[in-house]
């Protein structure tokens, strides 16, 4: 595979569960991103990982939890999220952190809280 | 702080005819400029950046110039085709103090839907 790849694609989850998004990169870039996508919003940056280290985290309320295990891995463990959390979360990568290294999304992962 | 304000949307053209979504910008620094496209159940991909003053980006028949003195990065293709649906972000990264990339600031996204 290539590029970078989340799972699952959609999601549907009550607001007591537990659950956790997956985003996978083979591109062997250094630095790895949440964004969250609501309809009519500008894409909200949540969390960065930069060689592993998270170095961003943008006021996200504690329900998301994000995990960097490795720098091609990340994930985000949610729990006792609210309606309004339901949006398209975007995983992306990029080769390091400077200023003109573009950002390579995932597809997504649908989310619905209920 | 930074920000980005590109033309709300919906843009609806036929097939072949010229393009044009507009795109400013505030910053602090001296920022890149991107373009995204995002297609219908896709993540975003870079259509093309510039990341200095006057540089034109260009990919697939878009292009974009950089300029300063108005703070814009205009995006343009003369003639689009139905496979160009899609929704355009505009952004900018601005290095500020640390040279950071993860300062990247999007636009709320335009949808252009272009018919046969």
């Known amino acids: 595979e290539t590029g970078v790849t989340q799972t699952p694609r959609h999601l549907v989850m009550g607001m007591t569960n537990k659950k956790s998004l997956k985003c996978e990169q083979h591109?062997?870039?250094?630095?790895m991103y949440w964004y969250k996508q609501s309809a009519k919003k500008p894409l909200e940056l949540m969390f960065v990982y930069s060689l592993e280290e998270r170095v961003e985290n943008n006021s996200v309320p504690s329900r998301f939890s994000p995990e960097c295990p490795n720098s091609s891995h990340l994930f985000l463990h949610l729990h006792t999220l609210q309606p309004e959390d339901s949006a398209l979360y975007l995983c992306?990568?990029?080769?390091?952190?400077?200023?003109?290294?573009?950002?390579?999304f995932g597809n997504g992962t649908r989310l619905t809280v209920t | 702080g930074n920000s980005v304000t590109q033309m709300e949307g919906p843009v609806t053209l036929s097939e072949e005819a010229f393009l044009t979504i507009n795109c400013t910008y505030t910053?602090?620094?001296?920022?890149?400029l991107f373009w995204y496209v995002q297609y219908p159940g896709e993540g975003l991909q870079l259509l093309l950046k510039?990341?200095?003053?006057?540089d034109k980006g260009s990919n697939k028949g878009f292009e974009a110039t950089y300029r300063k003195e108005t703070t814009s990065f205009h995006l343009e293709k003369g003639s689009v085709q139905v496979s160009d649906s899609a929704v355009y972000f505009c952004?900018?990264?601005?290095?500020?103090?640390?040279?950071?990339?993860?300062?990247?600031?999007f636009g709320k996204g335009t949808l252009l839907t272009v018919n046969p």
């Open positions: 510039a990341t200095k003053a006057d």
């Open positions: 910053a602090t620094g001296y920022p890149s």
């Open positions: 952004a900018l990264s601005d290095p500020g103090s640390g040279g950071s990339n993860y300062k990247l600031t």
């Open positions: 992306a990568s990029s080769q390091d952190n400077r200023a003109n290294s573009p950002l390579h």
């Open positions: 591109l062997g870039h250094n630095a």
